[in-house]
């Protein structure tokens, strides 16, 4: 059994998370990523929320837990949600990846509050968003190893902004 436990610590690959505030364009461009990542499992962090699970740190549990399966059968997994790191570290699955590595989407304050307020966000929330947004960019060198790149989906086509992803996947995968 040692040597099973072994063997599957040396399989480790590692997790890959696109975070971002709301409004950047996370879901939006999981069906782009599907399309030019066949082999990787995506999967949107929301999806949870929508069946009715709504405390934060159960849905990071089992989103880590599915892509942990994922990775026993040899796929990544790609999460598209806020996630921030010390949160996922604080996952029981988390010792099962190699590392965990962040992608922030970002776009500019303006945009940002047209996309929310098409959702009918009210201004508190769409305010408070925006700080979080700026909060991602001025920490992505501070906060993560490596430092988190940041993508622009302020005009960018969703294309463009999926091979930008697939680019900085497959330089870890």
Partial sequence: ????????????????????????????????????????????????????????????????????????????????G??????????????????????NLHCDDETREIRLRARNWPEEMIQDYKEFAKWLVDHADKKYSPPMPIVDTTVAEVAVVAAQIKEWVLQYA
């Fill in 82 to 103: 806020t996630a921030m790191p010390w949160d996922i570290k604080k996952c029981v699955d988390y010792p099962y990846f190699k590392h965990v590595y962040y992608l």
């Fill in 1 to 80: 059994m040692g040597n099973e436990q072994n063997s599957l610590m040396e399989k480790k690959i590692p997790l890959f998370i696109v975070t971002g505030s709301s409004g950047s364009g996370k879901t939006y461009v999981i069906d782009e990523l599907r399309k030019i990542l066949p082999h990787f499992n995506i999967f949107d962090i929301d999806n949870l929320r929508e069946v009715g699970i709504t405390d934060e740190q159960q849905i990071r549990n089992v989103w880590l837990r599915v892509a942990r399966n994922t990775a026993e059968s040899g796929r990544m997994t790609i999460i598209c």
